[in-house]
């Protein structure tokens, strides 16, 4: 199995500053069709995953312009530019590329 | 608005089978633009992909419980279910139920919709 593995797993960030989430695949995410299956997901307090990002780097609709994700093969970042109260929360990576589709750990975002 | 919604008993007893069902609403279960998983996490602890159906009736599963699990769509109802046999207390966990976006736009496992969750805890 793919082992994706997140660093930090807990990033104290202050309100306005920046935030940033690595995420490493144990082989490249680049699929037979040239595409890349990274996914970011959002998980707050008490509720459901939320996806943020898919495909590397494409931002889902309602997600503030904030966040944004990039990468390559098997180096991946999300970035958050300024953080706000609402993004604290755990957020994951996740690949689609090999069977089985495996997730990060997991990186806890948190106020100082 | 697609919502989904697990239901199911939040109690199973070891060595018994778990089965979930997720109600879709706002879409419907044979569009083949999209497919149907089930994603679980242990209380405190990260995701784990379970397996995934496509309106076709195609499927897959997670390696790690492949002969023990088994999902599938009931169209009539617009519902898919997971069974999950032989239970442990390793398989108390919150279960999700989850939308996959379509694959030529968003690509593999990008889960777009998901079920507020459902704790099943196995124990005696």
């Known amino acids: 199995d793919v082992v994706m593995t997140q660093s930090p797993l807990s990033l104290p960030v202050t309100l306005g500053q920046p935030a940033s989430i690595s995420c490493r695949s144990s082989?490249?995410?680049?699929?037979?069709?040239?595409?890349?299956?990274l996914n970011w997901f959002q998980q707050r307090p008490g509720q459901s995953p939320r996806r943020l990002i898919y495909?590397?780097?494409n931002r889902d609709s309602g997600v503030p312009d904030r966040f944004s994700g990039s990468g390559s093969g098997s180096d991946f970042t999300l970035k958050i530019s300024r953080v706000e109260a609402e993004d604290v929360g755990v957020y994951y990576c996740?690949?689609?590329?090999?069977?089985?589709?495996?997730f990060g750990q997991g990186t806890k975002v948190e106020i100082k | 608005q697609v919502q989904l919604q697990e239901s199911g008993p939040g109690l199973v007893k070891p060595s018994e089978t778990l089965s979930l069902t997720c109600s879709v609403s706002?879409?419907?279960?044979?569009?083949?633009?999209?497919?149907w998983s089930w994603i679980r996490q242990p209380p405190g602890k990260g995701l784990e992909w379970i397996g995934c159906?496509?309106?076709?009736?195609?499927?897959n599963y997670n390696s790690s419980l492949k002969s023990r699990v088994t999902i599938s769509v009931d169209t009539s109802r617009n519902q898919f279910s997971l069974k999950l046999s032989s239970v442990t207390a390793a398989d108390t966990a919150i279960y999700y139920c989850?939308?996959?976006?379509?694959?030529?736009?968003?690509?593999?496992?990008?889960?777009?919709?998901w079920g507020q969750g459902t704790l099943v805890i196995v124990s005696s």
């Open positions: 159906m496509y309106y076709s009736g195609s499927s």
């Open positions: 996740m690949q689609g590329t090999h069977w089985p589709w495996t």
């Open positions: 989850a939308r996959g976006d379509d694959i030529t736009v968003a690509g593999r496992g990008a889960f777009d919709y």
């Open positions: 082989q490249s995410l680049v699929y037979s069709d040239g595409n890349t299956y």
């Open positions: 706002g879409g419907s279960v044979s569009s083949a633009t999209y497919y």
């Open positions: 495909k590397v780097s």
